[in-house]
């Protein structure tokens, strides 16, 4: 498994302060949730920690290496869900699972098995064959939680996993995260949600206002 760390991340465009600096490590089978108001730059963290975005200053390492979004190690290593993804519109939900499992390396019916498993965690296996515009906001949020966690992943990164999620929707996210985390996963989650952060977090990370 993999070790996460921030060290003095920051990030602006020109005089503009998207994120202060921050630092933190996210060691093996824990978790760390980032707090924070909106504009506090909990996204723009997440996308600098997944190698989407580069830090105007300081380091974003994975086993002590920068992390990039380039590097196919990373890439393999890391499963980021900030905002909701591009979906096939051909596809069914279970495809689109099947899909993402076998794209890392999950194939035949270790994919089809995955992409059972993880609909099952998330209460969605009657949505299998329905198309992702059939789905309701909560259906098509559980869809897009469920592509982060179908695949093989030493961190996990989920950006408001909440969203449009109700009290038992949340619990079925928490437990499944939870899951990873128990197997050796990292995770960091950013949310607004006291008691999803309680049932997940180990440690927080509150941003600043700016």
Do not use: C, Y
């Not at 209460?123 to 966690?149: C, D, K, M, Y």
């Amino acid at each position: 498994m993999s070790h996460l760390e921030a060290r003095s991340v920051s990030a602006s465009i020109d005089s503009e302060v998207l994120l202060a600096p921050v630092s933190f490590a996210v060691p093996a089978g824990t978790a760390l949730a980032i707090l924070g108001a909106n504009g506090s730059g909990k996204t723009t963290l997440l996308r600098i920690i997944s190698g989407h975005l580069r830090p105007t200053a300081g380091a974003a390492l994975l086993d002590g290496r920068p992390v990039d979004e380039r590097n196919r190690t990373a890439r393999r290593a890391i499963s980021a869900r900030i905002g909701l993804p591009a979906f096939a519109r051909e596809l069914t939900a279970h495809e689109q699972l099947r899909f993402i499992a076998t794209t890392w390396g999950r194939t035949g019916s270790t994919a089809t098995d995955a992409a059972d498993a993880t609909m099952q965690q998330l209460g969605i296996s009657e949505l299998r064959n329905r198309f992702v515009h059939e789905l309701s906001s909560g259906q098509t949020q559980l869809l897009s939680l469920a592509t982060a966690l179908v695949r093989p992943f030493d961190v996990l990164i989920l950006d408001e996993p909440e969203q449009r999620l109700d009290a038992h929707r949340r619990h079925l996210v928490a437990t499944a995260v939870r899951r990873e985390i128990d197997r050796g996963a990292s995770v960091v989650i950013a949310s607004h949600n006291v008691e999803m952060v309680d049932s997940i977090a180990d440690a927080t990370v509150t941003l600043g206002h700016q």
